[in-house]
């Protein structure tokens, strides 16, 4: 593509060069750059891009994006903006021929839920006989993908890459999640969306937001997107942040909820250990939905894949058929079947809210003793740590406290702070063991027939981090291998 139209709409400060050049790729790291590439220097978290621009050079790069003015050193195409990384993402949808025109796109953000709605979302449109891409925090997957995903929202000219894909193998929608990161970092600008939903928000990435209202900020972004598509807002307006989302919009939305008011709402429901079972009321009329997902954020979480079917015109047969199709999702209230008679979760619950949904949904599905394995990851959100700890301490029967992903810190100082919030509770009903695979062991041990056992924190993951190693761990793995030797009878435990 010549320079000219990869910049088509960027807003460019300075050019310096020749704009009818061919460019036959886009990089953000100078370890893929390619002979004809535009090399994008970032400034990054810990490292400058533009530190880098000699190696992009020597690889062949044929023209830089950068904030800075160029340096006479330097004999190449320049092409110098206020923002980098907003360019970066038009360039890359400009270069993959705007990708997001050819399918119907929708975007999922919020603290909770994200991943549950893409899967219920994607069932249904499947039911629907269409053919969707999905880009979330599991896998990127669709017609010609299938890939785990490295982050749940890919960088800007990788994210348009794979929507191009998408659309060269037939794929008819995109359904993505969109991170607070993505959304501070521009890496969907350039996107257009047809719908947007909101979930809820609750502490998460404070390390990085510092605080709650400028997290709400960066999630917000995604309905102020521009866009050549009229896009829909779905949000969630039993949540604050929900309802000032709504008071700030300027497009239509459609709300959804359990409280009156809601535009698609959940009429009747009942919760049980066999799944959900609700009417939802919504303008149009009503329909019965059935789905085995368990416990009340799926109520929500299937709410919002409703109202987004419902905006894609996907007919109220083939939604109640696609919700019920739907048997579980990955890492998320993963039901591991057993022999003993326990209800053993695996949970991807990594902060004290999500933490406290998936204790509540098991004690309103419990008839005996609900048990939790959990601990906090390193390098991450400190002030989190403790209120694990009392979500633990004032709703589990018994507790755990193990190590997640320690990362460079200690993770006997991660469970210090942890077991401080525990002890504010006043539960004595724990203990710690900070070896992951013992923490499981111990709790299958003392797990009887009835119990739900949960093992929150990490959910799809197959890995921990310890300092800097990256070491195969998987919770199902694990869980599966301690219940075959414990059906053998032998020394399981260990």
Not at 16 to 37: D, F, L, P, T
Not at 117 to 131: G, Q, W
Not at 180 to 205: K, Q
Not at 408 to 416: H, R, T, W
Request: net charge neutral; charged share 25%; hydrophobic share 40%.
């Amino acid at each position: 593509m010549k320079i000219k139209n990869l910049l088509q709409d960027v807003p460019i400060v300075q050019f310096h060069g020749e704009k009818k050049e061919e460019v036959s790729g886009i990089s953000y790291s100078s370890r893929s750059v390619n002979a004809g590439h535009l090399f994008a220097a970032l400034r990054g978290e810990k490292k400058d891009g533009f530190h880098f621009i000699p190696e992009a050079i020597s690889k062949g790069a044929r023209a830089i994006l950068s904030e800075r003015t160029k340096p006479s050193e330097f004999d190449i195409n320049w092409i110098q903006v206020q923002e980098a990384r907003k360019s970066l993402a038009l360039c890359s949808a400009n270069f993959f021929h705007h990708p997001s025109r050819h399918l119907k796109v929708v975007g999922i953000t919020g603290t909770k839920g994200k991943t549950t709605i893409t899967y219920i979302i994607e069932s249904i449109l499947k039911t629907a006989d269409f053919s969707p891409g999905v880009l979330g925090t599991i896998s990127y997957r669709g017609p010609g993908l299938s890939m785990t995903a490295e982050r749940t929202t890919p960088e800007a000219p990788d994210l348009q890459r794979l929507m191009q894909n998408m659309v060269e193998h037939g794929a008819t929608h995109c359904v993505m999640e969109v991170s607070s990161h993505s959304l501070e970092l521009d890496r969907v600008t350039g996107i257009d969306f047809d719908v947007a939903v909101f979930t809820n928000l609750s502490g998460e990435h404070l390390d990085y937001h510092q605080t709650m209202e400028r997290y709400f900020e960066a999630k917000k972004k995604l309905f102020f997107l521009p866009a050549e598509k009229k896009t829909m807002a779905v949000i969630n307006t039993d949540d604050v942040w929900g309802k000032k989302l709504i008071e700030e919009l300027h497009m239509g939305a459609i709300t959804y909820g359990l409280e009156a008011g809601a535009l698609v709402q959940a009429e009747e429901s009942s919760l049980s250990e066999k799944g959900i079972e609700m009417v939802v009321k919504y303008p149009a009329g009503k329909m019965r939905i059935s789905s085995p997902l368990l416990g009340r954020p799926n109520l929500y979480n299937i709410l919002a894949a409703v109202a987004s079917a419902l905006i894609l015109k996907v007919p109220e047969t083939e939604i109640a058929e696609g919700v019920a199709s739907l048997q579980g999702i990955p890492g998320r209230f993963e039901k591991i079947k057993n022999s003993f008679g326990m209800h053993l979760m695996v949970d991807y619950a990594h902060n004290d809210d999500a933490l406290r949904q998936l204790l509540e949904t098991a004690k309103e599905l419990a008839q005996k003793k609900t048990i939790v394995v959990f601990g906090a990851g390193g390098d991450r959100d400190k002030s989190k740590r403790s209120r694990m700890g009392e979500a633990a301490g004032r709703l589990a029967d018994y507790s755990i406290i193990t190590s997640d992903n320690p990362r460079s810190e200690d993770p006997l100082a991660i469970i210090a702070e942890i077991e401080r919030g525990m002890k504010k509770t006043g539960s004595k009903q724990y203990e710690v063991i900070p070896d992951r695979r013992k923490a499981i062991a111990r709790a299958l041990d003392i797990g009887q027939q009835g119990d739900y056992i949960l093992v929150a924190g990490k959910g799809h993951e197959n890995y921990q981090i310890i300092e800097d190693k990256v070491i195969h761990f998987s919770d199902a793995e694990v869980i599966l291998e301690l219940l075959e030797k414990k059906e053998k009878n032998s020394d399981w435990s260990n």
